[in-house]
């Protein structure tokens, strides 16, 4: 199974500032990769899917980036909305694979 | 607009059997791959199962392969987990998702809201 590097697993930001969050797969999946914010006790939401393409709807804030092992994830300018647990997923094969997660926290 | 909604949730004691059930509505449901996703309290996201849109398709997480079964009813635009030999490391709140696109294997972008299984002596 690929596994997903998420890091890192949580951070302290403030509102406005420029969050990154990394993911790396132990092999090459292409661009078969996804973006997903989980606020608490809420389902996962898509924000981003083949590593770069925004999903309807999420703000443009958001941006991801990065092909074969390593990818990123922006926050361009950090809302109070934001602060919760983002997940990488690869779509590249069966198993899918999460990230551990990273939890932004306010600062 | 698409809606997915998980039921079938319970306590349940270790060694027993419960089937989840997700109805979806508002979307062509034989034209989208379908899943189950769980998430254990206080931890990550792990993929458990999907289906392919015709049902010839299926593919398990290895912690539950050979006692979990993934099902799909078309005509009720319905998805269903039927799980067996339940243990406490399968606690979680079960999830169903629809792939992205149809008639391919992409992301999940709808969710439904989950239902919790807990097992539990």
């Known amino acids: 199974a690929i596994q997903m590097t998420q890091s890192p697993s949580s951070l302290s930001a403030s509102v406005g500032d420029i969050v990154t969050i990394t993911c790396r797969a132990s092999?090459?999946?292409?661009?078969?990769l996804g973006w997903y914010q989980q606020h608490p006790g809420k389902a996962p939401k898509l924000l981003i899917h083949t590593a770069s393409s925004l999903q309807s709807g999420v703000p443009s804030r958001f941006s991801g980036s990065g092909s074969g092992t390593d990818f990123t994830l922006t926050i361009s300018s950090l809302q109070p909305e934001d602060f919760a647990t983002y997940y990488c997923l690869q779509d590249y094969s069966y198993p899918r694979t999460f990230g551990g997660g990273t939890k932004v926290e306010i600062k | 607009q698409v809606q997915l909604a998980e039921s079938g949730g319970a306590l349940v004691t270790p060694g027993g059997s419960l089937r989840l059930s997700c109805a979806a509505s508002g979307f062509i449901f034989i034209d989208y791959y379908m899943n189950w996703i769980r998430q254990a309290p206080g931890k990550g996201l792990e993929w458990v199962a999907y289906i392919s849109s015709s049902g010839n398709v299926i593919q398990y997480a290895d912690s539950v392969k050979g006692r979990f079964t993934i099902s799909r009813d078309n005509a009720k635009n319905s998805l269903y987990l039927d799980m067996n030999s339940l243990r406490a490391e399968d606690t979680a709140v079960y999830y169903c998702?629809?792939?992205?696109?149809?008639?391919?294997?992409?992301?999940?972008?709808?969710w439904g809201k989950g239902t919790l299984v807990t097992v539990s002596s």
């Open positions: 998702a629809r792939d992205r696109q149809v008639y391919t294997s992409s992301q999940f972008d709808f």
């Open positions: 092999q090459g999946i292409r661009n078969d």
